[in-house]
């Protein structure tokens, strides 16, 4: 996908940012205008660098359109942003949504918070679990946070029915995935047979089946190697904060804007994960 911000989403994104307000009455430097920002957003994303290495030739600076993006996210706007990326990615054909991959990451939350529990597999200390669902090129499509104690063949359905109405093409939205790919933790008669009649193949792989995690760029590598990039690296900041609903606002937001090359990559060609049941 082409660096440069498309000229229609632009548009689209003047019907939900609030208008590029005047000067103070005091003067001073004019607001950098919402264009730039998410010219500055864009470029981000599709060339994956960091904040501070966006060139000045855009006329902002990244961390002028970083702090930008956490106002419109404190206005609530930023769930409308995601969908018209996701709506653009399609129409470029760069989203592959029809194959979805589903992992979760958990990250430790010391003040506690809504929405984390003891985590089992950290001597019960305080967490959250985020799962996300990605598409086979490792875009987040859907991602939903629990306590850390939740299992995770719990959140298979709460993540399927966020699938976002996703548009960009002819004909009605795209409204869920095909075929869902997910390792063993998610193993569960129940959620196959949920998934059975959404119309979704479940590729789960079994408990008591040979099991050998293949790495990154694996069925089930994709959507813990996105959660890697993005959360972890903001787990750093928030060890000693409570994961009240709007800093999980906040770490959803961080994640899906990192920047992530994987969005530029080949579908993830599915290999084998062990043994598997799709039904």
């Not at 548009?11 to 001073?28: E, K, R, S």
């Not at 054909?93 to 992992?103: M, P, R």
């Not at 958990?106 to 996300?132: F, I, W």
């Amino acid at each position: 996908m082409d660096a440069e911000m498309p000229e229609e989403f632009y548009l689209q994104a003047t019907n939900i940012l609030p208008p590029d307000g005047p000067p103070g009455p005091q003067g001073g430097r004019p607001r950098v205008p919402n264009r730039t920002v998410l010219a500055v957003l864009w470029y981000v994303l599709v060339a994956g660098v960091r904040w501070k290495d966006v060139p000045r030739a855009f006329g902002g600076s990244g961390r002028t359109a970083h702090r930008r993006l956490q106002y419109w996210q404190k206005l609530g706007l930023f769930g409308s942003l995601h969908q018209l990326c996701l709506d653009a990615l399609r129409r470029a054909g760069k989203l592959s949504a029809d194959t979805v991959i589903l992992d979760s990451f958990q990250v430790r939350a010391h003040g506690g918070g809504e929405l984390t529990g003891p985590n089992p597999t950290d001597r019960r200390k305080k967490g959250s679990k985020h799962t996300v669902l990605v598409d086979e090129r490792g875009t987040p499509l859907v991602i939903v946070t629990c306590g850390s104690h939740v299992s995770d063949h719990c959140q298979i359905l709460p993540t399927v029915l966020a699938f976002l109405r996703i548009r960009g093409k002819p004909g009605a939205p795209k409204t869920r995935p095909k075929k869902l790919y997910a390792d063993r933790g998610y193993d569960s008669a129940a959620a196959r047979a949920i998934l059975r009649r959404l119309g979704i193949k479940a590729v789960i792989a079994q408990r008591n089946g040979a099991w050998q995690r293949t790495g990154r760029g694996a069925v089930g590598g994709g959507a813990h190697h996105q959660l890697a990039e993005g959360y972890a690296t903001y787990a750093a900041s928030v060890r000693s904060s409570r994961h009240d609903a709007a800093r999980v606002e906040r770490a959803r937001r961080d994640c899906y804007v990192l920047p992530s090359p994987r969005v530029m990559r080949k579908p993830v060609v599915p290999k084998n994960t062990g043994s598997v049941i799709a039904s």
